[in-house]
């Protein structure tokens, strides 16, 4: 079912739109059609910025959730719509911010982790800027979107996340940290860049493997262990009498 608003933001007129808003209550702005999508949400889809910034300053409510569990500003940092995404957030206070940045859709994702899949690094920018909990774990497997950059072999975006404080060690439910991902895939470059942010590499996951036992016999990263690090039955090899 589509109301009056839903159909003349789907026919992107503009103008019809941003009357109909200021005359009609906050009750109505909020209504979802058949797919659960809020005015905001088809807004967002079609980059209809103006007729975002007329919803938000209406009240429009940025909680409500999609028939996929994705809140409008939600498909704004999925799609790479920042000036929506501004406009959602721009008068929030911290404490009105963090239920909106902390909600899930249903794969257990929130906006950042969305936007560091999409690698949308102006919307990462953005949310970081606004006080996102970069650490924050998505619902399913306990991924920060550390690891979610460092499974896609998005360099820029594991730098743009660490430079701006995110856990190098943050450990998913199975305790897999970034590190683990990246040496797991054998990728030398963000293993080492996170080696040069500090990861410990002798954390243990669930099924007691550290990096180095994932190596591989990879001299690329094998070559980013100091041989310090490197242990027998738990106990390192420095000090040990032969």
């Not at 159909?7 to 009609?24: K, P, S, V, W």
């Not at 991924?143 to 730098?159: M, Q």
């Amino acid at each position: 079912m589509f109301g009056i608003l839903h159909l003349a933001i789907i026919h992107e007129d503009e103008f019809i739109a941003r009357q109909l808003i200021q005359i009609f209550p906050k009750e109505v702005l909020d209504i979802q059609n058949n797919l659960y999508q809020s005015p905001l949400h088809l807004a967002t889809y079609l980059n209809l910025t103006d007729v975002v910034k007329g919803l938000v300053d209406k009240g429009a409510g940025l909680g409500l959730q999609d028939r996929d569990g994705n809140t409008a500003l939600h498909v704004a940092c999925q799609y790479g719509q920042t000036a929506s995404a501004g406009e959602m957030i721009r008068e929030l206070s911290a404490s009105e911010l963090v239920p909106v940045l902390e909600t899930q859709n249903w794969r257990g994702l929130t906006c950042l982790h969305l936007a560091a899949l999409n690698k949308q690094h102006h919307i990462v920018k953005l949310l970081t800027r606004k006080g996102a909990d970069l650490n924050i774990q998505e619902g399913t497997s306990g991924k920060t979107a550390l690891h979610l950059a460092v499974e896609l072999r998005d360099i820029a975006s594991a730098k743009l996340l660490l430079g701006r404080g995110a856990n190098v060690d943050a450990a998913m439910f199975n305790g897999c940290t970034p590190l683990h991902l990246a040496v797991g895939r054998q990728d030398a470059a963000i293993a080492n860049l996170l080696c040069q942010s500090g990861a410990d590499t002798m954390l243990r996951n669930m099924e007691d493997e550290t990096a180095l036992d994932l190596a591989d016999g990879n001299d690329d990263i094998l070559a980013l262990f100091p041989f310090d690090d490197i242990q027998i039955s738990g106990r390192s090899l420095v000090g040990m009498n032969f």
